[in-house]
């Protein structure tokens, strides 16, 4: 029988991220793993490099808490609202203190995930053809082709986080998880990592992952702590278990915009909170129910069975 690695989120934080690590909290559009973030800014983790595709409003909190000195990203906003108010004024005005930054393209991104998970030294990539992103980043190298000495392409240097936190719909409590929507780059951010945490809005039995193996992105084998934590994604979404919160992410750029208005935000909903189930219940059920979306079934499969 498999061994069973499921936790809390208070006690997954307090085990597997530590100050100094570099933390990828992925997830695209959903599956954004918001109440592990609090977690770290409720545990008062400091020097974090923080790396994501796409940074938004939990790394807006993160960075707005303190927790990080440095961003490694490629797309950086609140989404279909703005800017990111707390991010922008430590990178622009040092406030209260600077944050280095580091950045790519998606694709940029996604490749050096895939170097870290292959153990690659680089990895090549054309799309920084006349783009000035290299200008500004020097880690992303033209590199001659060993086949053709007229063919330049660039390169970029691995990621390899010292933890990573990805969110599913569902595991075992081996953390064998499924992912079904959008995967964003979860399974190469995953692979890339030391340690990895995984968290679900529910864990069921192995014999429900069994039933349907394509679903599984990320493999028991590499996760070191399964955390079963439903709305875990909010004001994101789940695909399939809640529907996006748009309202926070307009709420949010008025928060953010101040930093005394951003403390007294974290102070009610993260550091007064014990824990996301606390969140959750402040909430309310009304707001959850809201949220919740109507079925849209997927079909079944026969993958056969043999004697």
């Known amino acids: 029988m498999s061994a069973d690695k499921?936790?809390?989120m208070h006690d997954a934080v307090a085990e597997l991220v530590r100050d100094g690590d570099t933390v990828a909290i992925e997830g695209f559009t959903h599956l954004i793993c918001f109440a592990a973030g609090h977690e770290?800014?409720?545990q008062g983790r400091r020097n974090l490099t923080l790396a994501r595709m796409t940074p938004d409003v939990i790394y807006d909190q993160m960075i707005g808490a303190g927790v990080a000195s440095k961003l490694i990203f490629s797309w950086m906003g609140n989404p279909g609202v703005g800017n990111l108010h707390a991010?922008?004024?430590r990178i622009e005005k040092a406030d209260p203190e600077p944050l280095e930054i580091e950045e790519y393209s998606h694709f940029g991104m996604v490749c050096r995930y895939m170097a870290g998970a292959s153990n690659l030294p680089f990895f090549p990539l054309r799309s920084y053809y006349e783009s000035?992103?290299?200008e500004v980043n020097d880690k992303i190298r033209p590199m001659t082709?060993?086949?053709?000495?007229?063919?330049?392409?660039y390169v970029?240097?691995?990621l390899v986080p010292d933890v990573a936190i990805v969110h599913a719909q569902r595991a075992d409590a081996a953390g064998d998880a499924q992912i079904w929507g959008l995967l964003g780059c979860q399974k190469e951010a995953a692979f890339a990592a030391k340690r990895v945490i995984v968290v679900v809005e529910e864990v069921v039995e192995e014999s429900v992952i069994r039933r349907d193996p394509n679903r599984t992105v990320i493999p028991g084998a590499i996760v070191d702590a399964v955390v079963e934590q439903p709305f875990a994604c909010h004001p994101s979404f789940a695909q399939g278990y809640y529907d996006r919160d748009n309202a926070f992410y307009l709420a949010w750029d008025q928060i953010a915009k101040d930093q005394d208005s951003l403390d007294a935000w974290l102070r009610e909903w993260v550091y007064d909170l014990g824990s996301h189930a606390e969140y959750i219940e402040k909430w309310g059920d009304?707001?959850?129910a809201k949220l919740r979306p109507a079925p849209a079934l997927s079909?079944?499969?026969?993958?056969?069975?043999?004697?």
């Not at 082709?145 to 392409?153: K, L």
């Not at 079909?299 to 004697?307: F, T």
Request: net charge negative; charged share 25%.
């Open 6 to 8: 499921t936790t809390t």
């Open 40 to 42: 770290i800014i409720r």
């Open 87 to 89: 991010a922008r004024r």
């Open 132 to 134: 000035d992103i290299p």
């Open 145 to 153: 082709s060993p086949y053709d000495a007229n063919d330049t392409v």
């Open 156 to 158: 970029v240097p691995p």
């Open 286 to 288: 009304a707001h959850w």
């Open 299 to 307: 079909g079944e499969v026969d993958y056969g069975r043999y004697a």
